[in-house]
């Protein structure tokens, strides 16, 4: 391609660039399609005019001199395109393929490198949450040991048969823990023991009551208050006393 052709060229992709009329040649710090109006650019230029390339559009004048305005037509569109080299086009698209190429093994170094360092994080994060939760279950666990090794136990022989013997002694042994009182009222314990063995007659409890009195593993106390008794049927004649409360065994201090 000449230099005459590459000149044209190069104008008229400016104007193309930009569809509004623009001043054919520059003008000091004025922008222009041609740099001046050396041979060269006057050739290019007044070939554009010639072939219809560039159109005027507007002519100003500056003093004696004539400024003109023009813009590309669409005959000047289609010497752009018939002269546009595509083996150009895909030279201007490899080098961008490979500078990007050029560029990927570090990016995807970069972006391993920060994958590398949340693994490893949330890594260490699960083994300490792990270690964490494995001392606060073996600390559950020792606790749960050291509970059931102070709980006392039944004296051998003392539930006697009974069936609901167990939960008596529990029971008694919840409300003195949770500091509710030592002594349990009769029908408290009675309409508990119900709750898990309904065929339980107030008779029986008496009897079972009285029985796990002599083995010595509870205690009955008598009704100590003042005026009328609540719910006396539950109550347990014991010659001149009325015994109302049941309680567990004192612990050996």
């Not at 290019?44 to 100003?60: P, S």
């Not at 030592?182 to 009675?190: R, S, V, W």
């Not at 009704?223 to 010659?239: C, I, K, R, S, W």
Request: some cysteine.
């Amino acid at each position: 391609m000449d230099k005459v052709t590459e000149t044209l060229l190069s104008a008229l992709k400016a104007a193309m660039a930009d569809p509004a009329e623009q001043r054919l040649f520059r003008s000091g710090k004025l922008p222009g399609l041609f740099v001046g109006k050396t041979s060269l650019n006057a050739e290019a230029a007044e070939r554009a005019l010639r072939d219809g390339l560039l159109e005027i559009v507007n002519t100003e004048l500056k003093g004696k001199t004539p400024v003109e305005w023009v813009r590309i037509t669409p005959r000047g569109v289609d010497f752009v395109l018939a002269h546009e080299s595509p083996v150009l086009a895909m030279e201007e698209l490899r080098s961008a393929l490979q500078a990007t190429q050029d560029g990927m093994p570090g990016w995807v170094t970069e972006i391993q490198r920060g994958l590398g360092e949340l693994s490893e994080r949330l890594t260490k994060e699960v083994h300490a949450i792990a270690a964490r939760l494995e001392a606060l279950s073996h600390r559950v666990g020792e606790a749960i040991r050291r509970a059931q090794a102070m709980t006392p136990k039944l004296p051998e022989g003392a539930a006697g048969g009974l069936p609901w013997a167990d939960n008596v002694f529990a029971y008694l042994e919840r409300r003195r823990e949770t500091g509710i009182a030592d002594a349990c009222p009769l029908p408290e314990l009675f309409n508990h023991l119900r709750t898990h063995a309904s065929e339980l007659t107030v008779k029986d409890f008496h009897s079972g009551l009285r029985r796990l009195y002599d083995r010595g593993a509870l205690r009955l106390l008598p009704f100590d208050g003042t005026g009328a008794m609540p719910e006396p049927e539950y109550a347990l004649l014991d010659g001149p006393d009325v015994i109302y409360f049941a309680a567990p065994v004192a612990k050996a201090s």
